[in-house]
Every structure is written in C-alpha cells, then in structure tokens.
Nanobody
Framework: QVQLVESGGGLVQAGGSLRLSCAASGNIFSINSMGWYRQAPGKQRELVATITRGGSTNYAESVKGRFTISRDNVKNTVHLQMNSLKPEDTAVYYC??????????WGQGTQVSVSS
C-alpha cells in the first residue's frame, strides 16, 4: 500500500510560479514511477509529468520548458516546479504512482488556480 499526500497548491497570477510536493509513504520500495496529472473543470484528467525510479522524466507538450519534476529519494517526495503559469494551467493536480505490482495510487489532489 502506498499513500500520497500533495501540498503546495494555491492561487497565483499568470506568469507566476508554484511548487507542488507529493510525499509518499507505505511500501515506497514498490514504486516504479511517480507523476502528476491534472483535471480542469469539465475536462478529462491528463498527464503532466512523470519520473521513474531511475530518474527518467517525461512531460506533456503543453508544459515542456515551464514545469520541472524532481524527486528526493531520502524524503520519498516528488516535486513539480511550475513556472510561467498560464490560466489554462488551472486545474486540480493529482499525484500518482504505479508499483511493481501494477497497482495505481492517487493523492487527493491540490487546487492550482492561475488568474489572468
């Protein structure tokens, strides 16, 4: 079992920055990769960024060059640094992990709102 807790969401003006954090606990050694998804009102949840246990990263085209995903293996925490935020980035951001047992875990989400 893996538990994920997000933090760092909030309200920011366009062009501003936020840093999201996701703390993992439980059977953290089973985690293959972690990432961030987001869901805007009336839209499907979409992938934002992922990072594997080996450190390989992947980003949605819409956030490349603006967002950076990183991890702290000691603290079992994944971060998403979001710069140059746009109103279209407004969404609930969810931390996600998948495990070697092919199970998916989700955090409860943190709201990110970007004003014009």
């Amino acid at each position: 079992q893996v538990q994920l807790v997000e933090s760092g969401g909030g309200l920011v003006q366009a062009g501003g920055s936020l840093r999201l954090s996701c703390a993992a606990s439980g059977n953290i050694f089973s985690i293959n990769s972690m990432g961030w998804y987001r869901q805007a009102p009336g839209k499907q949840r979409e992938l934002v960024a992922t990072i594997t246990r080996g450190g390989s990263t992947n980003y949605a085209e819409s956030v490349k060059g603006r967002f950076t995903i990183s991890r702290d293996n000691v603290k079992n925490t994944v971060h998403l640094q979001m710069n140059s935020l746009k109103p279209e980035d407004t969404a609930v951001y969810y931390c996600h992990s998948n495990t070697v047992y092919r199970r998916d875990y989700w955090g409860q989400g943190t709201q990110v709102s970007v004003s014009s």
